[in-house]
């Protein structure tokens, strides 16, 4: 495949589709795409689709730099939601997902947020998740806790001066 890029498109050129070309592969595979056929083929597929549609201006390279860069970011904040996780876990260990109640909830927030509302809002939101997946995914349940919880007293503001400045 080397050689007949190379004779098709020219020395500079060939070199150029050649790198085109593994970036493609090493996309596929931190995507998941070299597990089988059709995972490869669905991949492929995808980032077809993505050349087309942004008209060649997000290529391979580009995807592999967001790739590259957004996993760096990608664990900073998988780390930050399993601590958020194990502080979740933690508080409603004594319970079964289908005890955990809106009172329940509020406590856990009112009683650990209660001055931060940015991160209250937070746990709510990432509690809404869990409950969502206990109810669709698991079946666990009917309702979730969280969407009859009233978040209007954890009102957040823009701060005038940053924290490190005051």
């Keep these: 495949m ?3 890029n190379h004779a098709f ?3 500079a050129e060939g070199a150029d589709n050649e790198r085109k070309f593994m970036d493609m ?5 931190l995507r998941g795409g070299l597990e089988n056929k059709e995972k490869f083929e669905a991949q492929a597929n995808i980032v077809q689709q993505v050349i087309t549609a942004t008209g060649g201006r ?3 390279n580009e995807w592999l ?7 760096i ?3 900073g904040l ?18 079964h997902a289908s005890q955990v109640t809106t009172k329940d909830c509020a406590g856990f927030l009112r009683d650990n947020f209660k001055n931060t509302p940015n991160t209250a809002k937070k746990y709510a939101a990432l509690i809404s998740r869990l409950f969502k997946f206990i109810i669709g995914e698991l079946g666990l349940r009917q309702d979730n806790p969280i969407d009859q919880l009233d978040m209007s007293s954890y009102k957040t503001g823009r701060r005038e001066v940053l924290a490190t400045h005051a």
């Design 78 to 95: 998988k780390d930050a939601y399993r601590r958020y996780l194990d502080v979740i876990a933690d508080e409603f260990e004594e319970f």
């Design 9 to 11: 498109f020219g020395e």
């Design 2 to 4: 080397n050689f007949a």
């Design 73 to 75: 970011a990608a664990k």
């Design 25 to 29: 592969l090493t996309v596929i595979e």
């Design 58 to 60: 997000v290529g391979p």
């Design 65 to 71: 730099n967001m790739i590259k860069t957004g996993g």
